[in-house]
């Protein structure tokens, strides 16, 4: 009996062994990276693709994704910062909803090349 429980064990639990700190880790990555990524592609930055092709990346080795079973793992955690930027109440946030409604004001044109000039990728 210990046998077939052991061998149960190791045929369903390998793939979803996670660590809690490299979640934890990459999930707090993210959600601090997630608002630069949102007003680089709002702003338009030239290298935003690549920004965020990057740190996607540095999350699947934060995470020491292996297989692909690892790197869905890590694409929920960015969609999960998805969702609690869009949801929060962050003050970077209602900048970046002013800049997507008001892409020509002053304060949006203002503000996207402070950020050009500031934030470096």
């Known amino acids: 009996m210990k046998k077939l429980i052991l061998i149960f064990t190791l045929l369903t639990g390998i793939a979803q062994a996670t660590s809690p ?3 934890a880790k990459v999930k707090d990555f ?3 990276a997630y608002p630069l990524i949102e007003l680089a592609m709002v702003c338009d930055f030239d290298d935003r ?23 869905q793992l890590v694409d929920m955690f960015w969609s999960g910062a998805e969702m609690e930027f869009a949801f929060g109440n962050d003050s970077l946030k209602k900048e970046i909803n002013f800049i997507k409604n008001n892409p020509k004001a002053p304060d949006s044109v203002m503000l996207c090349q402070y950020a050009k000039q500031e934030i470096k990728f």
Do not use: C, H, P
């Open 21 to 23: 700190v490299k979640e």
């Open 30 to 32: 993210f959600t601090k």
């Open 49 to 71: 693709f690549e920004f965020l092709e990057n740190v996607i990346n540095t999350g699947y080795k934060l995470y020491g994704a292996q297989d692909s079973m690892d790197r």
